[in-house]
């Protein structure tokens, strides 16, 4: 119940939130959230190490603003927040963001994961719908997210259904 409603505040009241300062969150601070409790909502058919890794490619705004959440530990498993730079080295991830720079490696990039389970995540709209798992996107001043299930079955997620119900769009 906990989870649900971290959940909530962060996909519905994120905007109004402030740090100490007049004003919303900037975006890749409310994205960070985004991808954080998604994972919270993701489960992983084991989790090597007991550690959650969420990686990131050439986003190191998002990076930044994960590193806030490694004292967390999502699934009672350790935190890692890390970039990566040698592209193999994807397959060692749970979660992986895929900002507008990685765009001209994601066929590459999906190959590689093709039914391996990483929570693939993007910002980019042209990617829904070509395997990316859970696309983030503005709409009306509001950040939302859409589900492809069926590439988070592929790769044998199981994503809940109180993530699905809060999602936008879900095919």
């Not at 909502?41 to 490694?70: G, V």
């Not at 720079?101 to 093709?114: A, G």
Request: hydrophobic letters at 45%; glycine letters at 4%.
């Amino acid at each position: 119940m906990r989870r649900l409603a971290c959940l909530i505040v962060a996909l519905v009241g994120l905007p109004f939130v402030s740090i100490g300062i007049a004003g919303p969150l900037p975006e890749y601070a409310m994205k960070a959230a985004f991808v954080y409790n998604f994972t919270l909502f993701t489960e992983w058919p084991t989790l090597p190490n007991n550690t959650l890794k969420i990686c990131t490619l050439e986003s190191d705004a998002l990076k930044h603003e994960l590193e806030k959440f490694r004292i967390h530990q999502p699934h009672g498993a350790t935190l890692l927040i890390s970039k990566i730079s040698n592209i193999e080295a994807i397959k060692d991830c749970q979660a992986l963001y895929l900002s507008e720079e990685d765009k001209q490696r994601i066929p590459v990039i999906l190959s590689l994961l093709e039914n391996t389970p990483v929570l693939t995540i993007t910002d980019v709209p042209e990617l829904m719908g070509k395997g990316v798992m859970i696309g983030i996107k503005t709409d009306n001043k509001r950040i939302v997210f859409e589900v492809n299930t069926l590439a988070a079955k592929k790769s044998n997620l199981y994503l809940s259904s109180k993530l699905l119900s809060l999602a936008k769009v879900v095919y």
